[in-house]
């Protein structure tokens, strides 16, 4: 991905655990997380969960798609659209939310978190 994982990386989940090219919620030592697999790519990222426009834990519901080159998931309240791998914002350059490292070894899907 495009953080490299500084050897803090948790085992999350097997990568049959997730669903092709959607969101799902993971409570990652008490950090909720949105996971987003894209098949194609065979690549996981991995966002916070929360939303700041709608001050909702929802990412994980939203739509996976692309504006342009950047890989994204739209919000399923306000519609904002958030780059895959690294949290910003493209419709409001002052909002970022936090985007992790992630890996995929031997099948399992493991993430970094800041410690």
Do not use: W
């Amino acid at each position: 991905m495009a953080n490299e994982l500084n050897g803090n990386e948790i085992d999350i989940c097997a990568l049959t655990d997730l669903t092709d090219n959607a969101g799902t919620a993971a409570l990652v030592n008490d950090v909720q997380v949105a996971l987003f697999y894209i098949k194609r790519t065979e690549q996981v990222f991995a966002l916070s969960n929360y939303d700041p426009f709608s001050e909702a834990n929802v990412l994980s519901r939203g739509i996976i798609g692309s504006i342009g080159d950047e890989l994204v998931v739209a919000s399923p309240i306000y519609k904002q659209h958030f780059n895959l791998e690294t949290g910003q914002c493209l419709e409001d350059e002052k909002v970022s939310i936090p985007a992790y490292p992630t890996q995929i070894i031997n099948g399992r899907v493991l993430i970094g978190l800041a410690s």
